[in-house]
């Protein structure tokens, strides 16, 4: 069955370093997204891509980037991790531009930033 | 902030009552989504509503969307204590390219 998956699922890191959280999906879909979720504010858009080579930044871009080499993945980056990026992450993919397509999520990484 | 938000923050009923939350937005959109999320998982997408329908059903789910009160409301009818999540209302908007924005959520707790 086609799905969409994050690694690593936890993750603990330290102030300053650089971190990458992958995004995997076998739908096909050309669109990927990545959110963060943090109590009282729902999901917030990161970064989106539309297809190979495109990204885009969303909402709360700032110390986060993407690159898009292929259909299935779609990895986020934290440039130099800060203690405001402690979070669960979620990626999500949906199959073509437009409103009328549910997104499909992952199981969401929790990032711990000392 | 273009994020629709839902009432009430959070809901519990006992197993078979009927559960209602709302969801309120501030812009013209093309459809709105509900989505549920359970404890430590992702979110599911539950039902979709496009600007130009009043009313959708899907099993025990009722939406109904007033364009002209900008909101939308989710009935859970017969709930279970499986209903137990959080429900996001989701919406797009053609000036935002489509994507989907958010709100903060309603915690249903279904008690049995």
């Known amino acids: 069955d086609a799905e969409i998956t994050q690694s690593p699922r936890h993750k603990i890191t330290e102030t300053g370093r650089q971190v990458t959280l992958a995004c995997h999906q076998t739908?096909?879909?050309?669109?990927m997204f990545w959110y963060r979720q943090d109590l009282g504010h729902g999901l917030r858009l990161i970064h989106y891509?539309?297809?190979?080579?495109?990204?885009n930044k969303g909402e709360v871009s700032d110390g986060y980037s993407v690159s898009r080499s292929n259909t299935e993945d779609l990895p986020l980056t934290l440039e130099s991790a800060a203690s405001s990026q402690t979070s669960v992450y979620f990626c999500?993919?949906?199959?073509?531009?437009?409103?009328?397509?549910?997104?499909?999520f992952g199981p969401g990484t929790r990032l711990t930033v000392l | 902030s273009q994020q629709g938000e839902e009432d009430p923050q959070a809901l519990s009923i006992q197993e078979g009552e009927n559960a209602t939350m709302n969801c309120s937005y501030k812009?013209?959109?093309?459809?709105l989504q509900w989505y549920r999320q359970n404890s430590g998982r992702g979110l599911v997408h539950l039902i979709l509503?496009?600007?130009?329908?009043r009313e959708k059903h899907s099993g025990r789910l009722r939406v109904t969307l007033d364009t002209s009160k900008k909101s939308s409301s989710l009935l859970i009818t017969a709930s279970r204590a499986a209903d137990t999540a959080s429900y996001f209302c989701?919406?797009?908007?053609?000036?935002?390219?489509?994507?989907?924005?958010f709100g903060a959520g309603t915690i249903l707790r279904v008690k049995s």
């Open positions: 739908w096909n879909h050309n669109n």
């Open positions: 999500a993919s949906s199959l073509r531009t437009g409103s009328y397509n549910e997104q499909f």
């Open positions: 989701a919406t797009a908007w053609l000036e935002y390219g489509n994507k989907l924005v």
């Open positions: 891509s539309y297809g190979v080579q495109d990204t």
């Open positions: 509503i496009r600007s130009n329908e």
């Open positions: 812009t013209s959109i093309n459809n």
